[in-house]
């Protein structure tokens, strides 16, 4: 099914669901025109999607393009693919931007996105990612500032106004992979609005782990154990690039952290309380010179122990994929 972006859809009032057909995997290619997603759902519109793959194509997509889909509620994502063809890129390309609510993606896939999943975080929402898949493969592009040459972020975060506890907002990441520039970027948290952080046996080969974009009058310049709480089990990072933290104020190119983690080691040391670590270095099933034009989730297998191998399962991610028990 084609949309152009001349069939955008903009939906309100009631819950929406579009869901493969049993025994049939649809794929939907949408234009994004601009500021105008394929999918924008106001405040009272939940959605969910189960089963269908998303072929993203930008015209004209200007400094600040929209997401794909832009919802003002809770997204619910079952064994889905975004995919954006490594040809076409964009700056500031995102295949899910999230307003207000939560969002829960399980067994779903994300290609060549600038940054995947864009959420703001309001009150004690938690978002929830199970054995996911975000990868860019683009071919590299000029190096950033900070000298990194990934294609994406998985998920971007950004503090909304409010009154928070340290036991508030959470993002919870399981099971999950991620080839690309950077694993989560933060913007506007602090110690005032924290932000909990869960990963668990999941695989990141990236140019940085993650970044801290803050206001310029904000005393939380780097993030801190305060600011940024930060637990993992059973992970697997190889980190390329010069630093593992990256900071900016807002609107600035991005830079390695001060007297930030180099390693793994300062790391845990610095900044985050982690568990059962993997070693690196990180090998899939299919080498990079190797991948097909459209890879599948099952190239992107971290090499290991069956059972006790981080990173997402092939089985469980995409159209067709075996359903993951809640």
């Known amino acids: 099914m084609r949309f152009s972006s001349a069939e955008a859809i903009n939906i309100g009032g009631g819950a929406l669901e579009i869901r493969a057909a049993d025994g049939v995997k649809p794929v939907l290619q949408v234009e994004v025109r601009r500021q105008t997603p394929f999918l924008a759902t106001k405040a009272d519109t939940p959605i969910k999607l189960v089963g269908v793959t998303i072929e993203v194509r930008y015209v004209d997509p200007g400094p600040e393009p929209a ?3 832009e919802a003002g509620s809770h997204v619910t994502l079952d064994r889905c693919a975004f995919v ?3 040809s076409a890129a964009t700056p500031g390309s995102s295949a899910v931007k999230l307003a207000g609510g939560v969002l829960t993606a399980t067994g779903c896939s994300f290609e060549n996105f600038d940054s ?3 959420l703001s975080c309001f009150g004690t929402s938690t978002s929830t990612l199970r054995q996911c898949l975000f990868v860019s493969t683009a071919p590299a592009p000029p190096p950033e500032p900070d000298g990194s040459v990934g294609g994406g972020w998985a998920v971007w975060l950004r503090s909304m106004p409010g009154i928070f506890a340290k ?10 992979t991620v080839k690309g520039r950077g694993v989560v970027a933060f913007e506007g948290f602090s110690a005032d609005a924290p932000m909990n952080i869960r990963l668990n046996a999941c695989a990141a080969l990236a140019d940085s782990l993650i970044s801290w974009i803050h206001d310029p009058e904000c005393k939380d310049k780097s993030p801190t154990r305060d600011a940024m709480i930060w637990t993992g089990q059973g992970n697997q990072y190889e980190i390329r690039g010069k630093a593992w933290v990256l900071v900016a104020p807002r609107g600035s190119p991005l830079a390695p952290m001060p007297d930030g983690p180099v390693d793994f080691e300062t790391w845990k040391r610095k900044l985050a309380t982690e568990q059962s670590p993997i070693p690196p270095p990180i090998r899939f099933a299919t080498e ?4 097909s034009a459209h890879p599948t989730s099952a190239e992107f297998v971290v090499a ?14 995409g159209p067709g994929a075996k359903a993951l028990k809640p």
């Open 67 to 69: 997401a794909v889909i």
């Open 84 to 86: 954006l063809d490594a």
């Open 116 to 118: 995947a999943l864009d």
């Open 167 to 176: 036991s508030g907002r959470k993002l919870v990441v399981d099971h999950c």
């Open 288 to 291: 990079a010179s190797s991948l």
């Open 304 to 317: 290991g122990e069956p059972g006790k191998t981080p990173g997402a399962d092939p089985v469980l991610v």
